[in-house]
């Protein structure tokens, strides 16, 4: 077995430290504070190809695999975890159903300008009614002429106010149970579509979360996305995928919890002596280290599973599951090591506690990891 | 189309070295860079070539595990890399880095008309190399670079000297060696690194060259440098100015 990654991943994954070195640091606390999209930095993403790597070049992406994107991800969200997660859900779900399920010419006239940056793709599945109970969604999308008439309110779409293009799920036939529902791309500015206000949240403050409401949105037939009926497959799909950017996220995370938490206990004195000396906190950093190895070989684990063609939907999920709790876990024991300036804005830890709890609840929450792990084990 | 040499080294990212509480140097999970000021050197032929066409070609000296610095430098913008790797070239000192540098690029090269390096490299910065290498190959140097520009046959540089900057220029071939002034090395985009391991790369090993530099310099010891506090606070007016003097005579600073 070897866990050495190749030259090219290590150079590509020191680049992207650099670069959100350079560009993320000076502003995720800015853009957290303010929930500001910053559109600024996605431009310089997309120039450097770091918005579709796992999607081939002649669809506008880098060709590289899913590994090297699950590093830039976790580098990403080292720095900004609003950011890393932009970046994880436009490529590993949207971009990624194009890839795998999307025509010929969906993938020139979709997936191109996704994969190159230039357009946001955003996953428009969960509804007010239907969260984990997916089965539950009312939205609906009926064939009429050339067109389907997608009717219905979705919520909590990330990249909703920002997005260009939408991966919109509905009923075509609600009757036909788990067969019945479907995948339709959806452009920004289609008539009947629109998206609400952006929610004020705990964290994840600059991605853009939103409502988005389709009232008679007409859209043509050839924007289906693979077969009717095949919806909550691909939907499945989208999320083992996603699951294995969120727990990179999780351990980009958990990654900046662990820095934080060794110089600051280096350097602050109580009792006479740094309280990196004290045990009680030594021993929270030895925890907060080995959990971070932990949930990184469990993504990284997911994602080679991936790049062989194997199945990973068990794997993914249980790197979600293990990544994102050890992530809310320790940020907590890293603003306990912070003590009451780890309580104040302008402590990073402060943002990385309010940034973990998004991992546990998105993309399926660790109830529901469980109850895919415990399926597939069970069976 | 000019033909730009640009050198460089890979080197310890020293923001990996540890120091441990002995006091020594922890360098057992230290990671590798090309040199700063060599990314500038690069970066500089990248930007001319890119502007008025030509060809780069990188051109390192080192250990044979140094593979991921040829390709980081392919990465940004060579087009293609000499390599000449030897496990005893970890301890080169300046003049037989400058020597083997030398023979390679006269002999695998020839036609060239730049020569770029960094001004020092970050580990030792002797600042020998680029000088050297011009001695070797009896072209001229010009250090200090911060800005630069090739004009029909020639180069034409502005050095930052202590007392001011100077313009020249010198005929081509020429060396020059560049200050972090010069530009702000690229981040390479992912394309960039992935297509660098498609760029062709000439392997060249001790045995192939006619040279043949023994490493003079032998590492004995390596430490960290000490700086120790002692704490004392002194405010501003006249009673703690006379303490600071006294303090300050007592160590032994002023007598
Ligand atoms: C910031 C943010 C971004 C999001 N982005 C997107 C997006 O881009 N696209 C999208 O489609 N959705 C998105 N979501 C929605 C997200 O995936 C859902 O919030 C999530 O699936 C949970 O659904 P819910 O909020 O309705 O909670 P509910 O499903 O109502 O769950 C409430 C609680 O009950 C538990 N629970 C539910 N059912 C069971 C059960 N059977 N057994 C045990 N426990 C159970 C849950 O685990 C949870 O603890 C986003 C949400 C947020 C907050």
């Keep these: 077995m070897d866990f050495r990654l190749t030259e090219e991943q290590e150079l590509i994954r020191k680049n992207m430290r650099e670069f959100a070195e350079k560009y993320v640091d000076p502003i995720a606390a800015e853009i957290d504070e303010n929930s500001r999209h910053p559109a600024e930095l996605f431009k310089k993403l997309a120039e450097g190809d770091w918005m579709g790597i796992p999607i081939p070049q002649e669809y506008g992406g880098a060709g590289a695999d899913y590994l090297t994107h699950t590093l830039v991800v976790e580098e990403l969200s080292r720095s900004c975890s609003s950011t890393g997660f932009t970046v994880s859900i436009h490529v590993g779900i949207a971009c990624m159903l194009v890839n795998l399920f999307g025509s010929e010419d969906q993938k020139k006239k979709f997936l191109v300008p996704m994969a190159k940056g230039q357009h946001l793709g955003a996953f428009v599945l969960t509804e007010p009614g ?189 790197a979600k599951l293990f990544a994102a709790e050890a992530a809310m876990k320790h940020t907590i024991k890293a603003v306990q090591i912070h003590g009451g300036y780890g309580y104040c804005k302008g402590a990073k830890v402060e943002r990385l506690m309010r940034d973990a709890k998004i991992t546990e609840i998105y993309e399926g929450t660790s109830e529901a990891q469980r109850m895919v792990i415990s399926g597939n084990v069970l069976r | 189309m000019p033909v730009l040499v640009a050198c460089f080294k890979w080197v310890v990212d020293e923001a990996y070295i540890r120091r441990t509480s002995a006091g020594e140097l922890d360098l057992s999970s230290v990671s590798y860079k090309i040199s700063d000021y060599d990314r500038n050197a690069l970066e500089e032929a990248a930007r001319m070539k890119e502007a008025s066409g030509g060809s780069v070609l990188a051109v390192t000296v080192g250990v044979p595990e140094s593979t991921k610095g040829v390709k980081d430098a392919l990465s940004r913008g060579a087009d293609q890399a000499f390599f000449i790797a030897d496990p005893s070239f970890g301890m080169l000192g300046a003049s037989e880095t400058a020597a083997i540098l030398a023979e390679v690029i006269r002999t695998r090269i020839g036609n060239f008309d730049l020569v770029l390096c960094g001004e020092g490299s970050s580990d030792l910065y002797n600042q020998q190399v680029g000088i050297r290498l011009a001695e070797r190959l009896g072209i001229p140097c010009l250090s200090f670079v911060q800005k630069l520009e090739l004009e029909e046959g020639r180069v034409v540089a502005e050095r930052r000297l202590e007392d001011g900057i100077e313009r020249v220029s010198a005929p081509l071939p020429a060396v020059v060696t560049v200050l972090p002034d010069i530009n702000i090395p690229r981040i390479p985009g992912v394309k960039d690194t992935l297509s660098a391991s498609r760029k062709p790369v000439v392997t060249i090993g001790k045995d192939d060259l006619a040279v043949a530099p023994d490493a003079h310099f032998r590492t004995i010891s390596l430490a960290a440098s000490r700086l120790d506090r002692q704490c004392e606070r002194f405010g501003a007016d006249e009673t703690d100015i006379r303490r600071f003097i006294g303090a300050l005579r007592q160590k032994g600073v002023l007598r």
């Excluded at chain 1, 008439?149 to 919520?155: D, L, P, Q, R």
């Excluded at chain 1, 949930?295 to 068990?314: E, I, V």
Aim: with cysteine; net charge positive; charged share 20%.
């Design chain 1, 130 to 318: 239907a969260g984990t109970d997916v089965m539950a969604a009312t939205t609906t999308a009926m064939a009429e002429g050339a067109d389907y008439v997608i009717n219905g309110t979705k919520t909590f779409t990330s990249n909703g106010p920002t997005g260009d293009t939408y991966m919109v799920f509905a009923w075509t036939d609600k009757a036909a149970g788990r067969k019945g529902l479907s995948a339709f791309i959806v452009p920004r500015g289609t008539v009947g579509m629109k998206a609400g206000e952006h929610f004020n949240k705990m964290g994840l403050r600059s991605s853009q979360t939103s409502e988005m409401v389709f009232k008679d949105c007409r859209v043509p037939k050839e924007n289906l996305l693979g077969k009717e009926g095949n919806g909550l497959a691909m939907a499945m799909t989208g999320f083992d995928h996603g699951r294995v950017g969120i727990a990179a996220q999780s351990v980009g995370i958990l990654q900046a919890a662990l820095d934080e938490s060794i110089r600051y206990s280096k350097e602050r004195v109580q009792f006479g002596t740094p309280i990196a000396r004290h045990q009680a906190i030594s021993w929270m950093i030895a925890d907060m280290a080995t959990d971070l190895s932990a949930a990184r070989y469990l993504t990284y684990a997911a994602a080679c599973l991936k790049d062989q063609k194997q199945p990973f939907s068990k794997e993914a999920s249980m």
